[in-house]
């Protein structure tokens, strides 16, 4: 056995070191902090590789339930165990994040060159700890760890999205992500400690025996497991809680594409992955919200991209729609997690790489407001030629492009299973077509509208776009017959309900037709209205002020919360405040003044006269007297 699977913890430790180094040393050390960062970093994938390595030669028999276990805690006869392990997804996994975190890292160098010494170092300093954080979670064997990795990604979340922390809406916009997901992992916690109770059990392979043998009652069961889904719907950014994801683009435009390609919001999904067998062995009803969940997750979160105008705002609502797109598949049981985790991995590259250009046309013009750019393909060449490839992956160009092959395992999953759910999946990618051609045309093609002077991104950041567009294009023939079908060797399913599973021979080719004609009629509708302009939109949002009010407005769904928080949250709250301060401060404040009175009262009687205290003391025994011939 090799000394990265024994060693795995290394793997996620490295980047934790690295980012204990920096905020204690090297603050003021900008080069020896992205130094630091980038070399823990670039370990950690280099061990990652090896560990894949063992995966993909030996599978699951190479790997072992539990590398490692710590005993942290004993409370009476119970014992907490902090344990780190492996299966191949979360080998398949730690590459994903350490390359793309390792990319961010080397193209941040030159996007935050001109950040002070100390932002500089605190930037990196939090890159490595979300790093750690991440492969920390995916390392984790049970689910005590897995939940301490899985607050640690909000913490480092917060600390970089708020990196501009003096600007309000960088600091507006990391309260509400880090609020908004308490909620989600609120129920998470619930969730565990509600398994925890019927099971005494924390590991991932011990409760799945444990509800195998009937231990939690089905309705409970299922109970704990729509609890534990809320977790996910909290970092994975689902309907209703996906409100904060758009918002945290005020963070700089690296840590949007760490966020949305490798770390936070694939947590979730992640997550849901890694206790398939326990959703699959809870009641049905509870995959059925997982997929209800995202589909209309991938519906909404595409239909509010249409209108947006804020180049990271389109991409920030095509990652919610994308991870709906998971969910559903995830939420077809057995025949959709392999689909739903393909699609989690693909989406890593193609969006990582989508971001980092939209940072690259920033850093040029100097906007984020796609009606300020057009024409840069002529200064950009390889930004232009690097997004458009991440264009075509996202939209499923067939066979060339890896979004083609997960999005196309999806349909297959969807199809036979679930129709309706299928047809929603449709109407999402169909969006997802037009909406991201719309994004290309308006920022590379036509003439340029905006008062800068763009220039290409120096090497720094544009080396790391050229190496994403590679796997944007290739990882999806990893299922392909011309790779033997390797994804296999990592998303197969093998674990409770596996025989639902059933190899398919070849293409399904009405499949592979519908998503040519996803591709022609989203992109050529984009085409015709920003290209030809023989469509004009600008009539259809006049012609239609409602819809494209709804759709600038997100549904009223920000505002609803709003409204919620004002009337009823703070309206509580406010009545809470005078019941503290009338009633509870109240009364204690009136027992004292209370004793002080009686206090002062009593005071009167210290005369100083035998006389007074013959009468006192000859009233009390008269007193007594009566009460005692009452009794």
Same mark, same amino acid.
């Given at each position: 056995m090799s000394f990265a699977l024994t060693q795995v913890w290394w793997v996620a430790l490295l980047p934790g070191l690295a980012a204990v180094i920096i905020a204690l040393f090297t603050r003021q050390q900008r080069q020896i902090s992205a130094a630091l960062a980038l070399a823990s970093t670039g370990l950690s994938f280099l061990m990652s590789l090896a560990i894949m390595s063992a995966a993909f030669t030996g599978g699951q028999s190479a790997l072992s339930t539990t590398f490692g276990a710590y005993r942290w805690t004993t409370v009476g006869s119970q014992s907490l165990y902090v344990a780190w392990g492996l299966t191949p997804l979360s080998a398949l996994m730690l590459v994903v994040v350490t390359l793309v975190s390792g990319l961010v890292q080397v193209y941040s160098l030159a996007y935050m060159k001109?950040?002070?010494?100390?932002?500089?170092?605190?930037?990196?300093?939090?890159?490595?700890?979300?790093?750690?954080?991440?492969?920390?979670?995916?390392?984790?064997?049970? %689910?005590?760890?897995?939940?301490?990795?899985?607050?640690?990604?909000?913490?480092?979340?917060?600390? %970089?999205?708020?990196?501009?922390?003096?600007?309000?809406?960088?600091?507006?916009?990391?309260?509400? @992500?880090?609020?908004?997901?308490?909620?989600?992992?609120?129920?998470?916690?619930?969730?565990?400690?509600l398994l925890y109770s019927y099971t005494h059990e924390l590991g991932?392979?011990?409760?799945?025996?444990?509800?195998?043998?009937?231990?939690?009652? @089905?309705?409970? %069961?299922?109970?704990?497991?729509? %609890?534990?889904?809320?977790?996910?719907?909290?970092?994975?950014?689902?309907?209703?809680l996906h409100v904060w994801l758009p918002d945290a683009m005020e963070g700089p435009t690296p840590v949007s594409a760490l966020i949305h390609a490798a770390t936070m919001v694939a947590a979730g999904v992640y997550f849901v992955g890694r206790l398939f067998e326990m959703f699959v062995l809870a009641p049905a009803m509870v995959l059925n919200i997982v997929a209800g969940v995202g589909a209309l997750t991938a519906v909404l979160a595409a239909a509010i991209a249409l209108v947006q105008t804020d180049i990271k705002k389109v991409l920030a609502y095509s990652t919610v729609s994308q991870l709906g797109f998971m969910m559903l598949a995830l939420g077809m049981g057995p025949v959709g997690y392999k689909a739903g985790l393909f699609h989690l991995f693909t989406h890593a590259f193609f969006k990582a790489l989508l971001f980092l250009g939209a940072g690259s046309v920033i850093h040029a013009v100097h906007t984020q407001d796609i009606r300020e750019m057009g024409g840069l393909k002529a200064a950009m060449p390889l930004t232009r030629i690097t997004f458009l490839i991440g264009t075509l992956s996202i939209t499923g160009l067939p066979f060339l492009t890896a979004g083609f092959w997960s999005k196309e395992a999806i349909f297959h999953a969807t199809w036979a299973h679930n129709p309706g759910i299928f047809a929603l999946a449709v109407v999402a990618a169909t969006m997802t077509a037009f909406y991201m051609f719309r994004l290309y045309f308006l920022t590379f093609e036509g003439s340029y509208r905006g008062h800068a002077h763009p220039h290409e991104s120096p090497t720094l950041m544009t080396a790391p776009l050229l190496i994403l567009a590679v796997p944007s294009i290739a990882a999806g023939w990893l299922d392909t017959g011309m790779f033997g079908h390797a994804i296999d060797r990592f998303l197969a399913y093998g674990g409770v309900g596996a025989e639902q599973v059933h190899a398919t021979a070849g293409m399904d080719w009405p499949l592979v037709a519908l998503s040519a004609a996803i591709f022609a009629v989203g992109t050529g509708l984009a085409y015709a209205i920003y290209i030809r302009k023989t469509v004009d939109a600008a009539g259809w949002a006049k012609d239609w002020p409602g819809l494209h009010d709804m759709l600038s407005h997100k549904f009223y769904i920000d505002e609803a919360y709003a409204t919620f928080v004002d009337r009823v949250v703070l309206g509580w709250a406010s009545v809470a405040a005078m019941l503290d301060r009338y009633v509870v401060d109240g009364l204690v404040n009136g027992i004292a003044m209370g004793t002080v009175a009686g206090g002062e009262g009593l005071k009167l009687l210290q005369t100083g006269r035998v006389q007074t205290y013959a009468l006192i003391a000859t009233t009390s025994l008269f007193v007594i007297v009566w009460i005692l011939t009452r009794i």
């Amino acid at each position: 056995m090799s000394f990265a699977l024994t060693q795995v913890w290394w793997v996620a430790l490295l980047p934790g070191l690295a980012a204990v180094i920096i905020a204690l040393f090297t603050r003021q050390q900008r080069q020896i902090s992205a130094a630091l960062a980038l070399a823990s970093t670039g370990l950690s994938f280099l061990m990652s590789l090896a560990i894949m390595s063992a995966a993909f030669t030996g599978g699951q028999s190479a790997l072992s339930t539990t590398f490692g276990a710590y005993r942290w805690t004993t409370v009476g006869s119970q014992s907490l165990y902090v344990a780190w392990g492996l299966t191949p997804l979360s080998a398949l996994m730690l590459v994903v994040v350490t390359l793309v975190s390792g990319l961010v890292q080397v193209y941040s160098l030159a996007y935050m060159k001109d950040e002070a010494p100390r932002a500089f170092s605190r930037y990196y300093g939090a890159l490595a700890l979300f790093t750690f954080s991440m492969l920390a979670l995916v390392i984790a064997d049970n %689910l005590l760890m897995i939940f301490a990795g899985w607050e640690l990604v909000g913490v480092s979340s917060f600390l %970089l999205i708020g990196f501009w922390f003096k600007k309000p809406a960088a600091a507006k916009a990391a309260n509400k @992500a880090f609020l908004v997901n308490r909620i989600g992992d609120l129920g998470m916690l619930v969730g565990i400690l509600l398994l925890y109770s019927y099971t005494h059990e924390l590991g991932f392979g011990a409760n799945v025996q444990a509800i195998a043998k009937g231990v939690i009652p @089905a309705t409970t %069961l299922g109970v704990i497991m729509f %609890l534990l889904f809320w977790g996910p719907i909290g970092k994975s950014a689902q309907v209703p809680l996906h409100v904060w994801l758009p918002d945290a683009m005020e963070g700089p435009t690296p840590v949007s594409a760490l966020i949305h390609a490798a770390t936070m919001v694939a947590a979730g999904v992640y997550f849901v992955g890694r206790l398939f067998e326990m959703f699959v062995l809870a009641p049905a009803m509870v995959l059925n919200i997982v997929a209800g969940v995202g589909a209309l997750t991938a519906v909404l979160a595409a239909a509010i991209a249409l209108v947006q105008t804020d180049i990271k705002k389109v991409l920030a609502y095509s990652t919610v729609s994308q991870l709906g797109f998971m969910m559903l598949a995830l939420g077809m049981g057995p025949v959709g997690y392999k689909a739903g985790l393909f699609h989690l991995f693909t989406h890593a590259f193609f969006k990582a790489l989508l971001f980092l250009g939209a940072g690259s046309v920033i850093h040029a013009v100097h906007t984020q407001d796609i009606r300020e750019m057009g024409g840069l393909k002529a200064a950009m060449p390889l930004t232009r030629i690097t997004f458009l490839i991440g264009t075509l992956s996202i939209t499923g160009l067939p066979f060339l492009t890896a979004g083609f092959w997960s999005k196309e395992a999806i349909f297959h999953a969807t199809w036979a299973h679930n129709p309706g759910i299928f047809a929603l999946a449709v109407v999402a990618a169909t969006m997802t077509a037009f909406y991201m051609f719309r994004l290309y045309f308006l920022t590379f093609e036509g003439s340029y509208r905006g008062h800068a002077h763009p220039h290409e991104s120096p090497t720094l950041m544009t080396a790391p776009l050229l190496i994403l567009a590679v796997p944007s294009i290739a990882a999806g023939w990893l299922d392909t017959g011309m790779f033997g079908h390797a994804i296999d060797r990592f998303l197969a399913y093998g674990g409770v309900g596996a025989e639902q599973v059933h190899a398919t021979a070849g293409m399904d080719w009405p499949l592979v037709a519908l998503s040519a004609a996803i591709f022609a009629v989203g992109t050529g509708l984009a085409y015709a209205i920003y290209i030809r302009k023989t469509v004009d939109a600008a009539g259809w949002a006049k012609d239609w002020p409602g819809l494209h009010d709804m759709l600038s407005h997100k549904f009223y769904i920000d505002e609803a919360y709003a409204t919620f928080v004002d009337r009823v949250v703070l309206g509580w709250a406010s009545v809470a405040a005078m019941l503290d301060r009338y009633v509870v401060d109240g009364l204690v404040n009136g027992i004292a003044m209370g004793t002080v009175a009686g206090g002062e009262g009593l005071k009167l009687l210290q005369t100083g006269r035998v006389q007074t205290y013959a009468l006192i003391a000859t009233t009390s025994l008269f007193v007594i007297v009566w009460i005692l011939t009452r009794i």
